[in-house]
C-alpha cells in the first residue's frame, strides 16, 4: 500500500502529540515532520514532497485558512479546531475534512480514509497550477517538464502548460516511478523514451540532453 507523506502543524503540542499517535496507528500513513505554526511548516515542505497536511487553524502570525491558500494544491488539507464557526471557511478552501477538537480516533480513521480513496481514484492524474487557472492532467500525456529560471513549461501530447515554480518542486511531486530527472532544466517521462543516442535521448522524434551528472544513472534506470 503506497504511503502517504503527512504533518502536522498545530501551536498545541498535546493535539500535536494526539494526532502523531493516531497517524502512528494508520499503516499507510507516514509522519514527516511537525510544527508549531506555518513559519516552520514551510521548510518542511520545501524539503520533501507532502500529501497530506493536518492544520490548526487559530494560530498565532497565521492563521490555518491563510496558510492553506499557500500550499500546493496536490496537498491534501485537513483542517483541526476547537472551533466550529471556522468549518465553513475550512470547506471553502477545499479541504478534505474538518475535525473538531477533542478529535475522536474513530472520526480520525473516517477523514483519512478519503484521502486514501483520493490517492487511488486519482493516482493517474496531476494538478498543474498555471496563474489563476487549475489543469488536471494525466500523467501519460505528459511528454516532459522543462525548466526556465523560475517557470517550468509542461510538454503535453497536444499542449504546454506554463507554470510559476521551481524544477525542484516539480521533481517531488511527479511519481519517481514514472518521471526521472535527466538533466537541470528537463525531467522526462519513462514511458516516452525511445532511445538513447550519445548524450541525447529520444522521445520518438523529441530529443532532451542528458547531463554528464546524471548520465549514468538515467542509463542504468531506462536502459
Not at 502517504?4 to 500513513?29: M, P, Q, S
Not at 514527516?32 to 500529501?51: H, I, R, S, W, Y
Not at 523514451?193 to 534506470?221: A, H, M, W
Request: aromatic letters at 12%.
Amino acid at each position: 500500500m503506497t504511503s502517504i507523506n503527512c504533518i502536522v502543524v498545530d501551536d498545541e503540542e498535546l493535539a500535536r502529540t494526539l494526532l502523531i499517535t493516531y497517524i502512528e496507528k494508520i499503516d499507510f500513513l507516514n509522519l514527516v515532520g511537525e510544527a508549531e505554526n506555518p513559519l516552520e511548516a514551510l521548510p518542511l515542505m520545501k524539503e520533501q514532497k507532502v500529501d497530506l497536511l493536518f492544520l490548526d487553524i487559530q494560530m498565532p502570525e497565521i492563521k490555518g485558512t491563510e496558510f492553506a491558500k499557500m500550499v500546493n494544491s496536490n496537498t491534501k488539507i485537513i483542517f483541526t479546531t476547537a472551533y466550529s464557526q471556522f468549518a465553513l471557511e475550512g470547506y471553502e478552501l477545499n479541504a478534505l475534512d474538518y475535525l473538531l477538537k477533542p478529535i475522536t480516533f474513530e472520526r480520525f480513521v473516517t477523514a483519512v480514509y478519503k484521502v486514501k480513496i483520493g490517492e487511488i481514484e486519482g493516482s493517474e492524474f496531476f494538478t498543474i497550477k498555471s496563474g489563476y487557472d487549475l489543469y488536471k492532467v494525466k500523467y501519460e500525456d505528459i511528454l516532459f517538464v522543462e525548466s526556465d529560471s523560475e517557470y517550468v513549461t509542461f510538454h503535453m501530447i497536444d499542449k504546454k502548460i506554463i507554470s510559476n515554480q521551481r524544477l525542484k518542486t516539480v521533481e517531488k511531486e511527479l511519481p519517481s516511478n514514472q518521471f526521472i530527472r535527466v538533466h537541470r532544466s528537463y525531467i522526462i517521462n519513462k514511458t516516452k523514451v525511445t532511445g538513447l543516442k550519445g548524450r541525447d535521448l529520444y522521445l520518438d522524434k523529441l530529443n532532451i540532453p542528458v547531463s554528464d551528472s546524471y548520465f549514468d544513472f538515467v542509463k542504468q534506470e531506462l536502459f
